[in-house]
């Protein structure tokens, strides 16, 4: 992948990055009413067996380590360029599963 194609690739990222935030945000939200009411007795979002490093309640604490992942993945040389693609992979798993998930609890 050359230069300007990683830079498209992570400018799109960036873009798709700050429109999650307002989903996440907004299911936060949601999701702190249902623990005033007593409800959303869990402890994470999504299990040990997720493609996440972190085990929190909110959406927002997930799409902070899609962020980071997104800022490692632009310091990370052109070279090797395999390495790059791999970064890439996990982190579009990881929006994924957001997405997902967001989706998911848009339904209830």
């Keep these: 992948m050359t230069t300007t194609n990683q830079e498209q690739v992570i400018a799109r990222l960036q873009e798709e ?23 959303a007795k869990f402890t994470a979002l999504f299990g040990t067996d997720s493609p996440f490093d972190v085990q929190a309640k909110t959406f927002s604490d997930y799409l902070a ?3 980071a992942d997104l800022d490692a993945l632009t310091k990370l040389p052109e070279q090797p360029a395999q390495q790059w693609q791999d970064h890439l992979n996990q982190l579009l798993i990881k929006l994924q599963a957001i997405h997902q998930l967001l989706a998911r609890f848009k339904t209830i």
């Design 65 to 67: 380590e899609a962020a």
């Design 17 to 39: 990055l700050k429109a999650l935030y307002r989903k996440c945000v907004d299911a936060d939200q949601k999701l702190s009413q249902f623990r005033t009411q007593g409800m």
